[in-house]
């Protein structure tokens, strides 16, 4: 019954800002750790971005100062703000859900985004 569902990919051009958005259900939302990961075609997955239960967010290192997550515990939802954007970007992009307690963990079907002139 857990499900976590992506919105919000597009096609967007080089410089430009898009934001994706995950809907979890079937799950305690606020215990769980989220994140972003993202996959590119050739490439493997790499986590983008993450934000804990507490509200602590990482970024990796590519997308730091550009990219933004955020949670509303009330909403159960966690949204990806991405500014700035850049051709190597464009991937497949998927919302992770993980509590340390529970032997599963959670994947969304994935958004794409496209940046290209």
Known sequence: ??????????????????????????INFRLYNMGW???????QRE?????SSRGSTAYADS??????????????TVTLQMTSLKPED????????DYRYSTAVYWGRGTLV???S
């Open 90 to 97: 464009t991937a497949d992009y998927y919302c992770h859900a």
């Open 37 to 43: 990961y993202r996959q590119a075609p050739g490439k």
């Open 63 to 76: 997308v730091k100062g550009r990219f933004t997550i955020s949670r509303d515990n009330a909403k159960t």
């Open 114 to 116: 496209t940046v290209s």
């Open 47 to 51: 986590l983008v971005a993450s934000i």
């Open 1 to 26: 019954q857990a499900q976590l569902v992506e919105s919000g990919g597009g096609l967007v051009q080089p410089g430009g800002s898009l934001t994706l958005s995950c809907a979890a259900s079937g």
